[in-house]
């Protein structure tokens, strides 16, 4: 059974910075997929960054590029979203999850991944 636990979130002031974590257990890590999405009250969940099993490649939605980063250890198991300027619009519940599928066809697609963390909360003030 693969599980997901995210660690990092917390309150900041606008133009602060949060690192995120995800430790996956249970599975083969190198043989996942791994993102982050994020959620807001009243709003869908939406994609904020995937990175493939060697992290040859990375993805960001437009709202995050340039802010965000993604990063992962496979030795640690452990995914990585450093943030910094954050801004009160990316206040949610941020979600990591896995997908071992040989082929993601539409990586911002939450339906592509298979494994979900419980979630932690961001909240960014002004």
């Known amino acids: 059974q693969v599980q997901l636990v995210e660690s990092g979130g917390g309150l900041v002031q606008a133009g602060g910075s949060l690192r995120l974590s995800c430790v996956a257990s249970?599975?083969?890590?190198?043989?996942?997929?791994m993102a982050w999405f994020r959620q807001a009250p009243g709003k869908e969940r939406e994609f904020v960054s995937g990175?493939?099993?060697?992290?040859?490649?990375?993805y960001y939605a437009d709202s995050v590029k340039w802010r965000f980063t993604i990063s992962r250890d496979n030795a640690k198991n452990t995914v990585y979203l450093q943030m910094d300027n954050l801004k009160p619009e990316d206040t949610a519940v941020y979600f990591c999850?896995?997908?071992?599928?040989?082929?993601?066809?539409?990586?911002?697609?939450?339906?592509?991944?298979?494994?979900w963390g419980q979630g932690t909360q961001v909240t960014v003030y002004s």
């Open positions: 999850a896995a997908s071992d599928n040989l082929y993601l066809p539409r990586p911002s697609e939450d339906d592509q991944y298979n494994f």
């Open positions: 990175i493939t099993r060697s992290a040859s490649r990375k």
């Open positions: 249970g599975g083969t890590f190198t043989m996942f997929f």
